[in-house]
């Protein structure tokens, strides 16, 4: 079954928010809030923060081992992985940086958007993931 991508603009990661104490959970947390002082709230679905700061980045340069899903002969590309802060839900989100975006590209406090991403693709189906890229205009203060 395909979805139809979805615009940038409108890509969010998906969390969810304990209706007591406000606390947001990524990835989503659907069974009780773990915040240990919250008397307990339902748990809804939240969008997170489009945009975030670098907390800290990195890059791999050897292929994971399984289950990372990876093709043995095809050749090796490293990564660059980027631990984010959203500040609205007070957490870091680790991901991908976006294909092209390497380490001496981030900085610590840069702001970086969520977009969406392939992390694998065969001729049947997609799988998609979420990246984080350098807003273009990130020199200045963080927006809403
Ligand atoms: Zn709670």
Redesign the pocket.
């Given at each position: 079954m395909a979805a139809a991508p979805v615009p940038h603009a409108e890509f969010r990661l998906l969390g969810t928010r304990?209706t007591?104490?406000a606390?947001v959970f990524f990835p989503r947390e659907d069974d009780w809030?773990r915040?240990p002082g919250?008397p307990?709230?339902e748990l809804v679905e939240t969008p997170l923060s489009r945009r975030g700061r670098v907390w800290s980045y990195t890059d791999g340069r050897y292929r994971p081992p399984a289950p990372y899903v990876s093709d043995p002969d095809a050749p090796w590309k490293p990564y660059t992985l980027v631990a984010v802060e959203l500040a609205a839900e007070a957490m870091v989100v680790l991901g991908q940086a976006a294909p092209g975006v390497r380490t001496a590209d981030l900085a610590v406090g840069m702001e970086v958007e969520v977009v969406p991403g392939v992390l694998h693709e065969d001729a049947e189906h997609v799988w998609t993931t979420w990246h984080w890229r350098p807003v273009a205009d990130g020199s200045g203060e963080a927006g809403a």
């Open positions: 304990c007591a104490c606390s809030c915040n919250c307990g709230g």
